[in-house]
């Protein structure tokens, strides 16, 4: 179902997010708002495409890159520009909302 939303390692986080905007949706498969945020964070993808990267991160099996970024409330999105954080924002949102949060950054 995620084409466009690669789940990362740790090993690979560094790599996929040091270049240009790259979207990272934190998550953990028990979280059920995590889980209802999948699809949006799929629909939205394909809205910026050619824009942002984006990527999810399980906070259970990459524990240390969460505590790295202080994700202590998932679901955890962060805007990436080059490596740096840019932006981050918890809890779960509407497609619409995701997308002029994101529109606002680019």
Do not use: Y
């Not at 790295?68 to 990436?80: A, E, G, Q, R, T």
């Amino acid at each position: 179902m995620a084409e466009n939303v690669s789940e990362l390692s740790a090993k690979q986080f560094e790599e996929f997010t040091k270049s240009g905007l790259v979207f990272i949706d934190f998550f953990a498969e028990w979280c059920m708002p995590c889980v209802m945020m999948a699809p949006v964070v799929e629909e939205i993808s394909e809205k910026f495409k050619n824009k942002i990267k984006f990527g999810k991160i399980n906070v259970g099996e990459n524990e240390a890159l969460a505590k790295k970024f202080n994700v202590s409330s998932i679901p955890h999105f962060i805007l990436f520009k080059n490596g740096k954080k840019v932006e981050e924002f918890t809890g779960a949102m509407d497609a619409e909302e995701l997308e002029s949060r994101l529109k606002k950054l680019i």
